[in-house]
């Protein structure tokens, strides 16, 4: 079976391969889910019936209906160890898994679950020293996710990364705080737009960052290293184009104490870091390090969210900065460890992309990412027109489709050119690039596959992916899955309180296309018919009379559910 074969069967929207093997509950519950996401006034009326119950100690009992239905059908358990049985589930059908802390930043702890070594005190953390306990929390957790990943994975001989655990920066530092690396990131950057000629600067732009962004110097000494370096890069290199600008003030490179040191309690500014902040950078980088080398040391994947876009530039920084540490090309017995998301609904994305791409090449680590649409765009076009500033989003879906798409192929084409230039067959250890395409748009599916082909790109090659959310689009994943392409299902967990955010999320998500819900719906019945009546045709007759069919449609006998579940894979 080639890829012909698997865009045929990708395009036959009556497939049933992913229902056949779902149990009878399962089904059940799948039908019941989505009938309720059909109701819009229920999915907009969802948070205030929760916030209510909250207020009037009932919350037991909505979380107990959630439980047994929208948990069910979007999530793998309360803990890691309850998504072990999920994951061996789908790897039976060439599906791997990517756990998912389904934990907002904003942690409620209890008094227990923080650590001693933090009193207030003895140890401040300074003026976020709460959030900044929840984020070491946090760290534990997942560890503790990464090392169950490592136990669900452990027979799975597929090509690539066996699984993966997806991290959200924003949990490793107070969002204020990533707020306020955005804003210098992107001033940095803003000087460089402003002062550039075909892609380049020089001096000016070099002296607009000491002058506006940097902290004043501490000491003549630092002055005097700082006009050295400024007057090193002036005779040596007067033109610099983004990539190497940036990476002359990284607050992680070797000149890091020349730019950024300072000893001051600063006032805040847009293009300023305090020594109080630049602190806390040190402990969240810190956090995300720990994080990384858990999974490099077990073989498991990072796969670092994307968010909003006043935290992306900061969290771009952080994600840079461990592939170049985690994703080494010279080290080609391993897959890489870190991958960055890439929301292409975003006006800037395409060009991020390119540019990443040849960082990796000039800094000799791999480039690993995951290519999404984007998922907040309600929120980030409202917040853009209240502050008065262009959306970062695309104007149009057609747009955001050809952003995508055209990112896909444009990944594709330098694999391509990577064969041709080495003669190297592609696989995951030696790639210069391994990606991710995350989406439940089937043309975009369809379409990377046959682009795929045309640039030579196996499936079983190990350096494209494909990615859904667990119980979303199971058709897609379990195709991809039976024809041996890469196809990972994003798994959360949590307690139920804490993944109601998430839950609602996809209420409003599978609400918004209901297209492919009522599909999905239409072929689960389909399926469950088909066993009413195999079941019916192999029971035996204890009477005469003839059997009746009527109302199979409404009813299911319990005795149909216990047979067909033996059957679940």
Same mark, same amino acid.
């Given at each position: 079976?080639?890829?012909?074969?698997?865009?045929?069967?990708?395009?036959?929207?009556?497939?049933?391969?992913?229902?056949?093997?779902?149990?009878?509950?399962?089904?059940?519950?799948?039908?019941?889910?989505?009938?309720?996401?059909?109701?819009?006034?229920?999915?907009?009326?969802?948070?205030?019936?929760?916030?209510?119950?909250?207020?009037?100690?009932?919350?037991?009992?909505?979380?107990?209906?959630?439980?047994?239905?929208?948990?069910?059908?979007?999530?793998?358990?309360?803990?890691?160890?309850?998504?072990?049985?999920?994951?061996?589930?789908?790897?039976?059908?060439?599906?791997?898994?990517?756990?998912d802390l389904s934990v907002e930043a904003d942690l409620h702890l209890e008094q227990d679950d923080v650590p001693?070594?933090?009193?207030?005190?003895?140890?401040?953390?300074?003026?976020?020293?709460?959030?900044?306990?929840?984020?070491?929390?946090?760290?534990?957790?997942?560890?503790?996710?990464?090392?169950?990943?490592?136990?669900?994975?452990?027979?799975?001989?597929?090509?690539?990364?066996?699984?993966?655990?997806?991290?959200?920066?924003?949990?490793?530092?107070?969002?204020?705080?990533?707020?306020?690396?955005?804003?210098? /990131?992107?001033?940095?950057?803003?000087?460089?737009?402003?002062?550039?000629?075909?892609?380049?600067?020089?001096?000016?732009?070099?002296?607009?960052?000491?002058?506006?962004? +940097?902290?004043?110097?501490?000491?003549?000494?630092?002055?005097?290293?700082?006009?050295?370096?400024?007057?090193?890069?002036?005779?040596?290199?007067?033109?610099?184009?983004?990539?190497? /600008?940036?990476?002359?003030?990284?607050?992680?490179?070797?000149?890091?104490?020349?730019?950024?040191?300072?000893?001051?309690?600063?006032?805040?500014?847009?293009?300023?870091?305090?020594?109080?902040?630049?602190?806390?950078?040190?402990?969240?980088?810190?956090?995300?390090?720990?994080?990384?080398?858990?999974?490099?040391?077990?073989?498991?994947?990072?796969?670092?969210?994307?968010?909003?876009?006043? /935290?992306?530039?900061?969290?771009?920084?952080?994600?840079?900065?461990?592939?170049?540490?985690?994703?080494?090309?010279?080290?080609?017995?391993?897959?890489?460890?870190?991958?960055?998301?890439?929301?292409?609904?975003?006006?800037?994305?395409?060009?991020?992309?390119?540019?990443?791409?040849?960082?990796?090449?000039?800094?000799?680590?791999?480039?690993?990412?995951?290519?999404?649409?984007?998922?907040?765009?309600?929120?980030?076009?409202?917040?853009?027109?209240?502050?008065?500033?262009?959306?970062?989003?695309?104007?149009?879906?057609?747009?955001?489709?050809?952003?995508?798409?055209?990112?896909?192929?444009?990944?594709?084409?330098?694999?391509?050119?990577?064969?041709?230039?080495?003669?190297?067959?592609?696989?995951?250890?030696?790639?210069?690039?391994? /990606?991710?395409?995350?989406?439940?748009?089937?043309?975009?599916?369809?379409?990377?596959?046959?682009?795929?082909?045309?640039?030579?790109?196996?499936?079983?090659?190990?350096?494209?992916?494909?990615?859904?959310?667990?119980?979303?689009?199971?058709?897609?994943?379990?195709?991809?899955?039976?024809?041996?392409?890469?196809?990972?299902?994003? +798994?959360?967990?949590?307690?139920?309180?804490?993944?109601?955010?998430?839950?609602? %999320? %996809?209420?409003?998500?599978?609400?918004?296309?209901?297209?492919?819900?009522?599909?999905?719906?239409?072929?689960?019945?389909?399926?469950?018919?088909?066993?009413?009546?195999?079941?019916?045709?192999?029971?035996?007759?204890?009477?005469?009379?003839?059997?009746?069919?009527?109302?199979?449609?409404?009813?299911?006998?319990?005795?149909?559910?216990?047979?067909?579940?033996?059957?679940?894979?």
């Open positions: 079976m080639g890829p012909a074969a698997t865009v045929e069967d990708l395009k036959d929207e009556d497939n049933l391969t992913a229902f056949k093997v779902r149990s009878t509950s399962d089904l059940l519950i799948g039908l019941f889910v989505y009938k309720l996401c059909t109701l819009p006034w229920l999915v907009e009326m969802s948070p205030y019936v929760i916030s209510w119950s909250q207020k009037l100690h009932m919350e037991w009992l909505v979380y107990a209906f959630i439980k047994s239905t929208f948990f069910q059908q979007f999530c793998g358990g309360e803990t890691p160890e309850e998504c072990i049985q999920t994951m061996d589930q789908l790897g039976h059908h060439g599906i791997r898994c990517i756990l001693q070594m933090y009193d207030e005190l003895s140890q401040p953390l300074g003026k976020w020293w709460r959030q900044e306990q929840s984020a070491d929390v946090i760290v534990n957790m997942i560890s503790h996710c990464i090392r169950t990943g490592a136990r669900g994975s452990a027979n799975d001989s597929g090509p690539g990364t066996r699984s993966f655990a997806a991290v959200k920066v924003t949990g490793f530092a107070p969002p204020e705080l990533l707020l306020r690396l955005n804003q210098v /990131f992107t001033c940095m950057e803003q000087i460089f737009q402003a002062n550039q000629v075909d892609g380049y600067v020089g001096s000016a732009a070099l002296n607009q960052v000491v002058d506006q962004v +940097l902290p004043p110097c501490q000491s003549e000494q630092q002055a005097e290293q700082r006009n050295t370096l400024v007057q090193y890069m002036h005779e040596h290199q007067p033109q610099m184009d983004l990539i190497t /600008f940036t990476q002359l003030f990284s607050l992680q490179g070797p000149s890091r104490d020349i730019w950024w040191s300072t000893e001051e309690h600063l006032q805040e500014a847009d293009c300023l870091l305090t020594k109080d902040e630049l602190d806390a950078y040190d402990r969240m980088i810190n956090r995300v390090d720990q994080v990384c080398a858990v999974a490099y040391r077990l073989g498991v994947g990072i796969m670092i969210d994307a968010e909003q876009s006043y /935290f992306q530039e900061a969290i771009d920084h952080v994600a840079m900065n461990m592939q170049l540490k985690y994703n080494r090309r010279e080290e080609q017995d391993r897959a890489p460890t870190v991958y960055n998301t890439y929301q292409m609904y975003t006006k800037v994305a395409r060009s991020k992309v390119e540019r990443d791409v040849e960082w990796a090449k000039r800094e000799n680590f791999t480039f690993a990412a995951k290519l999404v649409r984007g998922a907040y765009m309600v929120s980030e076009r409202k917040r853009a027109s209240q502050l008065g500033y262009p959306s970062p989003i695309h104007d149009t879906i057609d747009d955001t489709h050809n952003s995508f798409n055209g990112g896909v192929k444009f990944l594709l084409g330098k694999l391509h050119d990577h064969q041709q230039a080495t003669g190297e067959t592609l696989n995951s250890t030696t790639s210069p690039i391994v /990606f991710m395409v995350a989406s439940h748009n089937r043309e975009s599916v369809i379409g990377t596959v046959k682009e795929m082909e045309r640039q030579g790109v196996m499936a079983r090659s190990g350096v494209v992916y494909f990615g859904q959310l667990y119980g979303m689009q199971d058709q897609i994943s379990y195709t991809l899955g039976k024809h041996g392409y890469g196809i990972f299902k994003y +798994l959360p967990f949590g307690m139920i309180d804490e993944v109601i955010p998430y839950l609602l %999320r %996809r209420a409003q998500e599978n609400s918004s296309v209901l297209g492919s819900v009522n599909k999905e719906r239409e072929l689960m019945w389909i399926e469950l018919m088909h066993r009413v009546k195999t079941q019916l045709r192999l029971t035996p007759s204890t009477t005469s009379s003839p059997v009746i069919i009527a109302n199979t449609s409404d009813t299911v006998d319990e005795s149909d559910v216990a047979i067909s579940s033996t059957t679940t894979a």
